[in-house]
């Protein structure tokens, strides 16, 4: 959708839709979605990891399953106040580009910080299944607009990023008690190509439908249904 300036709003979550399927892509930016089931369970996850890692960011360190990081020479944000700022508030990093014609805003999960004072994005994943191998490439562009959004604050960014997967250990273990399983998955960045990207966006959605994409299940499906735009 577009704000009342007339530019694309952009949100780092949404940005995979592009590269999955660009009619996808159009047709969701272009049309109000349907309103989905609020993930609870996702979000009360999230609470609890921004508490735990916050726990420990007061004494500048990370939790025992983030350890590692520490052995890149990686620390935590110590800001608390602005990262409890970009937390909340999805316009705390808003970048607007006329010229391209998108506003892109978001709210970040956790930030940490090279040596040289460079910030990392970092983002909480939590699921009932541990990652597959290739399950970062759906955050590439979400964690690399993070950084982007930095640049454009005046921030010195890192060209990597993290993930902070947790995920149920057993899930044949009838005991309430929940257990959880982590795994720290250092993904790399490129904050030229997701500026250019982004603009990439912008224009496709200035355009006319591209079409019905027979690669995409998605669109199949609804072609196969009759369509759902009566788009010509």
Known sequence: MKTK???????????????????CF?????????????????SAMDSILKARYDKYRADGAFPPEAKELEKEGIKPFEDIDTLNEWRAKTGALKVVD???GYELTGKID?????ADG???????????NAPKEDKQKYYRDQLAAY???FKKHGRKVSDRAYLLHYFVKDKS???????????????????????????DMAKLLNKSYPGHNEDCGKCSYHNGRGGIFDIT
């Not at 300036?5 to 009619?23: I, Q």
């Not at 460079?118 to 009932?128: E, F, V």
């Open 5 to 23: 300036e007339g530019l694309w709003k952009l949100s780092p979550s949404g940005l995979y839709g592009y590269t999955e399927c660009r009619s």
């Open 26 to 42: 159009w047709a969701d930016n272009h049309y109000k979605k349907a309103p989905m089931l609020p993930l609870l369970l996702n």
């Open 98 to 100: 006329e010229g391209a």
């Open 110 to 114: 956790d930030v940490l910080v090279e």
């Open 118 to 128: 460079r910030l990392i994005p970092a983002d909480y994943k939590s699921s009932g």
């Open 147 to 149: 950084g982007f959004m």
């Open 173 to 199: 273990n009838p005991s309430i008690e929940v257990k959880f399983a982590s795994h720290v998955d250092l993904v790399k960045i490129d904050l030229g190509a997701i500026e250019q990207k982004l603009a």
